[in-house]
């Protein structure tokens, strides 16, 4: 008789409520917290011009920092010396306009690719490194004498780093870099000795920038630990590192991160962790390797390589200043998929939330939570990374959906607003989509 009746209410559910047998189960708990989130950011390196000469900027800078809801700004240390080799002063227009536009109060990270050509070895901006003195010394007082110089003239023009890394990918001489061993050789200036000249340098000052390292080139090969475990923790706040190897970000499988996330994680969780750059795979995958960045990585920041760009991979594309009469919009910019793959996350969750446990019964479904300091907020991201529509249902545990919106990026839509979340409500989550689920909670 119990079978019998087990069975019968089966089938009545299954009559009445099918969605709710179907749908995958999110089990979503504000009580089990991870790290504080410190931002989500992008870099203006390079393109500082365009942006602040553009004839729409004031649309651009509505876009980037408002509506994006950027929080962290990386910019390079493009000081110099000689008068006629300046920072390039629009940078001081683009920060100005960053505050006033943005309601987040935003950081400033300050990274260095070449220091000054009275530093470098070979007389250039590419490759070499620390130029050595008369005495054969490398030159890390002067290199440290140099980061003060430059925050005295940045300061000046209205710009104030919170953070600053000495030297963007150390072991990368492709471009415009100052190269690094891990520790001192006959040939090559020690990312060690480095670090510790610019920390002295820095320490008189009244509110030193905090020092983020080693913004290594990737994750692989064990690049990241060999320069970790050689400076002194104690002189950073942060460690930081890129993407460009340690997993292949171009496929799709963005996974492939996961095993080298997890190891930095698990040894270097003592301190704030930061990916700092990276732009590699379509739109979805860079929603894919930023939901992994975060929950296994444990990562508290994110940031996007190029904010603006003249190419399709930046999250705001520029069209060629110089040639309007080529433009393919009026306005003279695109807002990529990349753009609305990367706001699902950066517009809906603040500084000072932090990640909680988050968990789904499907693989499939890629699911991140994080929760104000109030603890009246709380937004979920939702990935499904299946080429199948999927039904969700969300347990919401020791807490209570008060209100709250749904936005979705999927190949037909970019951020859209999908509708009001209702909590007795299963949701629909189309294939290869990103649904940021934003909600006022209160807790149990």
Not at 2 to 29: E, G, H, S
Not at 112 to 140: I, Q, R, V
Not at 238 to 243: E, M, P, R, V
Not at 259 to 266: L, Q, S, T, Y
Request: hydrophobic share 35%.
């Amino acid at each position: 008789m119990y079978r019998k009746v087990k069975i019968l209410l089966f089938f009545i559910t299954l009559l009445l409520f099918p969605d709710f047998l179907f749908a995958a189960a999110v089990t979503v708990d504000p009580k089990q917290t991870y790290q504080t989130i410190e931002g989500f950011g992008a870099s203006v390196a390079w393109y500082e011009i365009s942006l602040a000469a553009h004839p729409n900027r004031e649309d651009l800078y509505h876009y980037a920092f408002r509506n994006l809801g950027l929080s962290i700004l990386r910019i390079r240390n493009a000081y110099r010396y000689k008068k006629e080799e300046s920072f390039n002063p629009y940078i001081s227009e683009i920060v100005k306009n960053m505050y006033e536009y943005s309601d987040r109060s935003p950081k400033i990270l300050m990274s260095s690719w070449s220091p000054p050509l009275e530093l470098k070895s070979n007389n250039a901006y590419k490759g070499g490194t620390l130029k050595k003195d008369k005495n054969g010394k490398f030159m890390y007082d002067a290199f440290g004498k140099y980061w003060v110089d430059s925050l005295k003239a940045y300061k000046e023009a209205g710009i104030v780093p919170d953070y600053i890394s000495i030297q963007n990918e150390p072991t990368w001489g492709q471009w415009d870099s100052c190269l690094f061993k891990e520790t001192e050789t006959t040939d090559t200036a020690g990312y060690d000795k480095a670090l510790e000249a610019v920390y002295k340098a820095l320490k008189p000052l009244k509110s030193p920038p905090k020092i983020l390292a080693p913004e290594e080139h990737g994750i692989g090969y064990n690049a990241f630990q060999n320069f970790a475990e050689r400076f002194n923790k104690d002189l950073i706040y942060g460690y930081a590192y890129h993407l460009y190897h340690g997993g292949d970000g171009g496929s799709s499988n963005p996974d492939s991160f996961n095993r080298n996330f997890e190891r930095i994680a698990k040894n270097y969780s003592e301190k704030p962790i930061f990916q700092t750059e990276y732009d590699v795979g379509d739109w979805f995958n860079t929603a894919w390797i930023m939901h992994n960045a975060l929950v296994h990585g444990n990562v508290s920041a994110y940031l996007y390589w190029a904010l603006v760009w003249q190419g399709d991979k930046a999250l705001i594309q520029l069209e060629d200043l110089g040639r309007p009469s080529e433009w393919t919009t009026s306005e003279g910019y695109i807002l990529t998929p990349y753009y609305y793959a990367f706001r699902q996350y950066s517009k809906f969750i603040s500084p000072g939330w932090k990640r909680i446990s988050a968990e789904s019964d499907t693989e499939s479904l890629k699911i991140s939570a994080f929760i104000s300091p109030g603890k009246d907020k709380l937004t979920i991201v939702a990935l499904n990374t299946s080429d199948k529509d999927c039904k969700v249902s969300i347990d919401e545990k020791d807490f209570r959906a008060l209100n709250g919106g749904i936005f979705r990026t999927s190949e037909n839509e970019r951020g859209k607003y999908v509708g009001l979340y209702n909590e007795d409500a299963v949701l629909d989550f189309p294939s290869r989509s990103i649904t940021t689920l934003a909600l006022d909670i209160k807790l149990y």
